[in-house]
Nanobody, 128 residues
Framework: QVQLVESGGGLVQAGSSLRLSCAAS??????????MGWFRQAPGKEREFVAG????????SYVDSVKGRFTISRDNAKNMVYLQMNSLKPEDTAAYYC???????????????????WGQGTQVTVSS
């Protein structure tokens, strides 16, 4: 079993920054070999891939709408994944979810149904 706990969401003004964190745990979960992803879902919309990172951290991927503004990173010594969000826009408002892929040394995957475990989500609200 894998537990993912997100934190760092909040209400901010447009142009501000937030840093989301995701803490991963699990007795047999080898964090450093697993790709991780951040997704978001706004009310009435489908869950959207935001960013992903490979187990080693060497490979990252972003949805076009956040490229240049968001940065995904990980600290394998602490079993943590981060999403630094700069220049936030009202359209970034959503619940943000951390997800874990259980395939060892797998590629970064952009589809929500390719991930095995999910956190409870953290709300990000950006006012104009």
């Amino acid at each position: 079993q894998v537990q993912l706990v997100e934190s760092g969401g909040g209400l901010v003004q447009a142009g501000s920054s937030l840093r989301l964190s995701c803490a991963a745990s699990g007795r047999t979960f080898t964090f450093n070999s697993k790709a991780m992803g951040w997704f978001r879902q706004a009310p009435g919309k489908e869950r959207e891939f935001v960013a992903g990172i490979s187990g080693s951290g060497a490979s990252t991927s972003y949805v076009d709408s956040v490229k240049g503004r968001f940065t995904i990173s990980r600290d394998n010594a602490k079993n943590m994944v981060y999403l630094q969000m700069n220049s936030l826009k009202p359209e970034d408002t959503a619940a943000y979810y951390c997800a874990a892929d259980l395939v060892p040394w797998g590629r970064v995957k952009p589809h929500w149904d390719e991930y095995n475990y999910w956190g409870q989500g953290t709300q990000v609200t950006v006012s104009s």
